[in-house]
């Protein structure tokens, strides 16, 4: 077990509402690695719990707090409590996120309205409520975007839409906030191993096989490559980014989405 004693983001504070599995559990844990007070934000208090008692096994810092990102009233309180409690927020991840393979015809407007309520409302809702708390100079929000934002994919219309609103929301944020001193940036994993949206893809190691080949890299990434991304862009060593959309998905947006599309149904 790896102990957390890196002091990158010593003194910071890091909200990151999704953050109690898959890809943000990993970005939470290596942001505490890296010194930084945690505070996870999720709708299950099981589930936030047995995060903020890993990280802390680990020897970081964290605590939970459970809100619905779609309520802003909910986010607004975490995000007060947490600047109560720590005085001011220097980072936020906005990773709370919806998804479900489905054609639009067989979605209904309430299935496809969850989507963009959890990924444009949420991303809206935690960067609004916690604006009037974050450092500044030197603020930063990081926002988890998707390859759908921009390749169109079948199945995906709900995802595509809420993904692109998610970038736009990146772009327009650090129009707004840049002379404050807050950067705004999207994080675009690509496929990446050990997630639960990979283990639907591909059920089977041939199944893998055959999407890793639409991959320039041949491979999949991991969850801590995308970590170390983040934790990249909310350091000081980004103090000069900001507004832009970084991909991590092995070059697979290169090739648009049809290679992907026929290897996952098998054409």
Same mark, same amino acid.
């Given at each position: 077990?790896?102990?957390?004693?890196?002091?990158?983001?010593?003194?910071?504070?890091?909200?990151?509402?999704?953050?109690?599995s898959?890809?943000?559990?990993?970005?939470?844990?290596?942001l505490?690695?890296?010194?930084?007070?945690?505070?996870l934000?999720?709708?299950?208090?099981?589930k936030?719990?047995?995060?903020?008692?890993?990280?802390?096994?680990?020897?970081?810092k964290?605590?939970?707090?459970?809100?619905?990102?779609?309520?802003?009233?909910?986010?607004?309180?975490?995000?007060?409590?947490?600047?109560?409690?720590?005085?001011?927020?220097?980072?936020?991840?906005?990773?709370?996120?919806? *998804?479900?393979?489905?054609p639009?015809?067989?979605?209904?407007? *309430?299935?496809?309205?969850?989507?963009?309520?959890?990924?444009?409302?949420?991303?809206?809702?935690?960067?609004?409520?916690a604006?009037?708390?974050?450092?500044?100079?030197?603020?930063?929000?990081? *926002?988890?975007?998707?390859?759908?934002?921009?390749n169109?994919?079948?199945?995906?219309?709900?995802?595509?839409?809420?993904?692109?609103?998610?970038?736009?929301i990146?772009?327009?944020?650090?129009?707004?906030?840049?002379?404050?001193?807050?950067?705004?940036?999207?994080?675009?994993?690509?496929?990446?191993?050990?997630?639960e949206?990979?283990?639907?893809?591909?059920?089977?190691?041939e199944?893998?096989?055959?999407?890793?080949q639409?991959?320039?890299?041949?491979?999949?990434?991991?969850?801590?490559?995308?970590?170390?991304?983040?934790?990249?862009?909310?350091?000081?060593?980004?103090?000069?980014?900001?507004?832009?959309?970084?991909?991590?998905?092995?070059?697979?947006?290169?090739?648009?989405s049809r290679?992907?599309?026929?290897?996952?149904?098998? *054409?």
């Open positions: 077990m790896k102990v957390f004693h890196d002091n990158l983001l010593a003194g910071k504070v890091a909200v990151v509402t999704g953050g109690t898959g890809i943000c559990l990993t970005v939470a844990e290596r505490a690695e890296h010194g930084a007070q945690l505070v934000v999720g709708r299950k208090q099981e936030l719990d047995a995060a903020v008692a890993g990280i802390i096994a680990k020897g970081g964290a605590i939970g707090f459970s809100a619905d990102v779609r309520d802003y009233a909910a986010v607004e309180n975490v995000m007060k409590q947490t600047a109560g409690k720590f005085k001011a927020i220097d980072i936020v991840v906005c990773g709370a996120a919806g *998804n479900f393979p489905a639009a015809i067989g979605m209904s407007a *309430n299935a496809f309205k969850a989507v963009i309520d959890i990924d444009i409302l949420g991303t809206f809702n935690a960067s609004r409520a604006y009037e708390f974050l450092r500044k100079p030197g603020a930063s929000v990081i *926002n988890i975007g998707a390859p759908q934002s921009l169109p994919m079948a199945f995906q219309s709900h995802v595509c839409a809420a993904k692109a609103g998610v970038d736009m990146t772009k327009t944020l650090a129009i707004e906030w840049g002379p404050t001193g807050v950067r705004v940036n999207t994080v675009t994993p690509g496929p990446t191993e050990d997630t949206g990979m283990r639907r893809l591909s059920p089977s190691a199944a893998g096989e055959r999407l890793k639409t991959i320039p890299l041949r491979r999949f990434g991991t969850k801590n490559e995308i970590a170390d991304l983040v934790l990249f862009l909310c350091s000081d060593a980004a103090q000069y980014i900001t507004g832009g959309i970084y991909l991590c998905d092995g070059g697979q947006a290169l090739m648009g290679p992907f599309m026929d290897a996952i149904l098998g *054409n």
